[in-house]
């Protein structure tokens, strides 16, 4: 499966954003989709995970919301009260085996998007 993210941006502090993963190729609605994000000079962290469940990294958890519409094979992710701390580069990421418990781990995934931008000015 092939993913592009869309829909980072510039957004004040305490704003909203909503980022987009679509999808082609593969049965979509088999694959397990997260999104990471990679902030200057850090690791890419694990932020968000679904499937049949979802699964929330504890520093973004009750302020974004992961979803997804295997009809129409995209992943969202909705970004409220954002922080500069949530300044980074987004990635979507795809898996079809991965097990739950590495779901946190970005090697573990085989499918990637190319990246949105999401700045947050204070």
């Known amino acids: 499966v092939q993913l592009q993210a869309s829909g980072g941006g510039l957004v004040q502090a305490g704003g909203s954003l909503r980022l987009s993963c679509s999808a082609s190729?593969?049965?979509?609605?088999?694959?397990?989709v997260a999104w990471f994000r990679q902030a200057p000079g850090k690791e890419r962290e694990f932020v968000a995970a679904?499937?049949?469940?979802?699964h929330y990294a504890d520093s973004i958890k009750g302020r974004f919301t992961i979803s997804r519409d295997d009809a129409k094979k995209m992943v969202y992710l909705q970004m409220n009260s954002l922080s500069p701390d949530d300044t980074a580069v987004y990635y979507c990421?795809?898996?079809?085996?991965?097990?739950?418990?590495?779901?946190?781990?970005?090697?573990?995934?085989?499918?990637w998007g190319q990246g949105t931008q999401v700045t947050v000015s204070s």
């Open positions: 679904i499937r049949g469940t979802t």
């Open positions: 990421a795809a898996s079809a085996t991965i097990i739950l418990s590495m779901i946190r781990r970005s090697e573990m995934y085989s499918n």
């Open positions: 190729g593969g049965a979509f609605s088999n694959y397990r």
